[in-house]
């Protein structure tokens, strides 16, 4: 098939204004050295619309998206209920003096939704919550020492990096214990080795980290950690601000059959209105309350109307099946792309949030060759971070997909004689 | 910050370690050693590196640890030893009387001439030549003291401790070119290019990698600019780079 390169020029005009004005230009993952645009000239930087499951750069280059704004567009971009219900709260209050009573209506609506809810806190970032889960399990236990599992990501502030970030202090990250993924044993001698002093025990559902295959809990293990963490008094937090509702709208715990004691959600409560909120159980409840944390725009009413309106159109759709079915339907169109072309495909991690891996080599070039090659095509992936189905996702956009990945996956086996 | 054993490890192998980069780039340094006999220096540094030094033909090489040579200088300390490259402390022979000559006259004019191009007059620096290799010394500078702070430095070792194995090529284009070969977390330098490499990361100009050595420009920014190149393994370059930063504070 035929395939238009998109060009960048007007991007890189922007860029070189904002290089002038912002720290990097763009910081952080949307831009383009923590995004890993490898090269960075087959990326679009700036993006001027988005509609469904598609957004236009400055240059008018129209891309299907399948990082979803990484998590936020759960429903497509300018979902018309969600903005219709933002618009319309908009019309009446946003940010006020006293908070909207849309706050408690939301709040109601999580704990009708997240199986393993008593509460719900509302503030703007994942990191927001994560923080202050740390803070709530630290406060309810009088503890200091939080274990991770390694190849975690949980935020940006300092205890959430690691002691050779910059910026980070050796005390920040003091009292962090790192274990494998699905190693209980390796749960079991940490928490031995230190006995009454953890507070917390920090984790996402599945392992869905960067620069690696995801990997699924094993079977057992987080009714394992369940029970080691309740016995010796160890709050269990979940971090479902990547993957909260795309597996299951009542909490990623409850699609594995546990249930956390706190679980973050962030990205997909609001179809990208800016939110995230804190679920806890009652007995934290208290703790939850004497916390000195909140924010300017915590109490904002647009992103709670807008929660509402996304969470119930969620529930309506019942969006989890919907990604793992078209989850399944483009891993499936990608992996025989590869597989016609001669290249080992390897998918891992949920298909709602599916990661991809090229395995002809050990040193990723050749990933990273296709990736560019299929965002110069329009189709708009990204070489080490998992991907995201939103809702508006259509068949047509999948074949289209997986046409152009087939395209793609012929230039770079032109491009590489030595692996054929 | 920074520790006297860290720094002890890149003053040997990343300072005096460049002066085989500077005897081959630089003719000037070639003629400090014209018609001179073949002569070793052993730096013997007690819980620290060791290291000799041979200058032969023009050329110098140093190998690793304490080999056969004719000046031999122990220092009862990395702090002693570190004080000898910047300066406040007079280094001692143990062995090698009769070679004091050229450890006052060749050698010193050697490491002074270094000294210049590693810690420039910037108006030395608008001539093209020197350029070059000023930069260029401080490209092997740099490349090689990432591995010592990778292996030495508690952060730099936290750092190496997240790196697979594998080779990678960091180089400037058209320019000096390093690998940073990384086996079981262990760092090791080599100033050539590997031919394999599992990740790289280029400088698009010498120009460019000057001003990013001199702190002038942000290299995240290069990075979105295209003028820093990286492709590959990127882990293996995340974690580099993080002993990169390090290398600012030690070679201050």
């Keep these: ?420 | 910050m920074t520790d006297a054993k860290t720094l002890a490890y890149i003053n040997m192998y990343a300072v005096l370690g460049t002066l085989e980069n500077l005897c081959a780039l630089d003719e000037n340094a070639r003629a400090i050693l014209t018609n001179k006999k073949p002569i070793s220096i052993c730096f013997d540094v007690k819980d620290g590196p060791a290291a000799t030094i041979t200058f032969k033909n023009g050329r110098c090489r140093m190998e690793d640890g304490v080999g056969p040579c004719d000046i031999r200088i122990p220092f009862s300390s990395c702090e002693k030893f570190n004080g000898m490259i910047d300066g406040t402390v007079m280094p001692i022979p143990s062995k090698g009387f009769t070679h004091i000559g050229f450890l006052l006259k060749q050698f010193t004019k050697l490491t002074d001439l270094l000294t210049a191009y590693m810690r420039p007059d910037p108006a030395d620096l608008k001539d093209k030549r020197f350029f070059d290799i000023s930069t260029s010394l401080m490209f092997y500078t740099i490349a090689v003291a990432i591995a010592q702070i990778g292996n030495q430095d508690e952060i730099g070792k936290f750092s190496a401790h997240n790196m697979v194995d594998g080779d990678i090529l960091m180089s400037i284009k058209d320019g000096p070119k390093a690998t940073i070969c990384v086996r079981n977390h262990h760092l090791i330098t080599v100033k050539k290019a590997t031919d394999s490499p599992r990740a790289l990361m280029e400088f698009s100009t010498i120009e460019l990698a000057r001003q990013l050595f001199d702190g002038q420009v942000n290299s995240v920014a290069c990075i979105g600019e295209g003028k820093i190149t990286m492709g590959g393994m990127i882990s293996m370059i995340d974690n580099m780079n993080r002993i990169l930063d390090l290398v600012g504070l030690y070679l201050a």
């Design chain 1, 1 to 420: 098939m035929a395939s238009k390169y998109c060009k960048h020029d007007k991007s890189r005009e922007w860029y070189n204004r904002a290089v002038k004005v912002i720290p990097s230009g763009i910081y952080g993952h949307l831009g383009p050295a923590e995004g890993l645009w490898i090269p960075t000239t087959s990326w679009p930087f700036f993006s001027e619309r988005a509609e469904a499951s598609y957004f236009w750069d400055v240059d008018g280059n129209k891309y299907i998206d399948y990082m979803c704004a990484y998590g936020p567009n759960v429903l497509g971009y300018n979902d018309p209920d969600v903005n219709g219900a933002a618009i319309e709260q908009a019309a009446k209050e946003n940010c006020t003096t006293t908070p909207s009573y849309k706050m408690v209506e939301l709040a109601e609506l999580m704990v009708d939704t997240v199986a393993s809810a008593d509460w719900a806190f509302f503030a703007k970032n994942g990191n927001d919550v994560t923080q202050a889960a740390i803070m709530c399990a630290r406060y309810y236990t009088h503890k200091k020492k939080i274990i991770f599992v390694n190849g975690f990501y949980h935020g940006v502030s300092p205890w959430t990096q690691k002691l050779d970030y910059p910026g980070v202090i050796p005390e920040d990250v003091a009292n962090n214990l790192y274990i494998d993924w699905n190693d209980i044993n390796a749960l079991k001698q940490v928490i031995a080795e230190n006995e009454g002093e953890i507070a917390a025990f920090i984790a996402t559902p599945y392992l869905h980290g960067n620069f690696a295959d995801n990997v699924l809990p094993a079977d057992g293990y987080w009714q394992q950690v369940r029970k080691i963490c309740t016995e010796n008094n160890i709050v269990l937090i979940i971090d479902d601000v990547r993957a909260g509702f795309r597996l299951d709208l009542a909490g990623s715990d409850h699609y594995y059959g546990f249930e956390a004691d706190l679980i973050c959600f962030c990205k997909a409560i609001a179809n990208g209105w800016n939110i995230s909120c804190l679920c806890g159980k009652d007995f934290l409840k208290s703790s939850m309350s004497g916390l000195s944390y909140t924010g300017s725009y915590w109490m904002s009413a647009i992103p709670f109307a807008a929660g509402i309106a996304c969470i119930n159109k969620m529930k309506k759709l019942n969006t989890p099946a919907m990604f793992r079915e078209k989850g399944i339907k483009i891993t499936e169109g990608l992996k025989a792309a590869a597989e016609n072309n001669g290249f080992d495909l390897v998918v891992s991690g949920e298909p709602a949030l599916f990661y991809l891996r090229i395995a002809n080599d050990d040193s990723l070039f050749i990933h990273q060759d296709w990736v560019q090659e299929m965002v110069h095509r329009g189709i708009f992936v990204t070489s080490h971070h998992n991907h995201f189905i939103n809702a508006s996702l259509t068949d047509e956009d999948i074949k289209r997909t997986c046409e152009i990945a087939d395209d793609a996956f012929k230039t770079v086996r032109k491009n590489h004689p030595e692996c054929f």
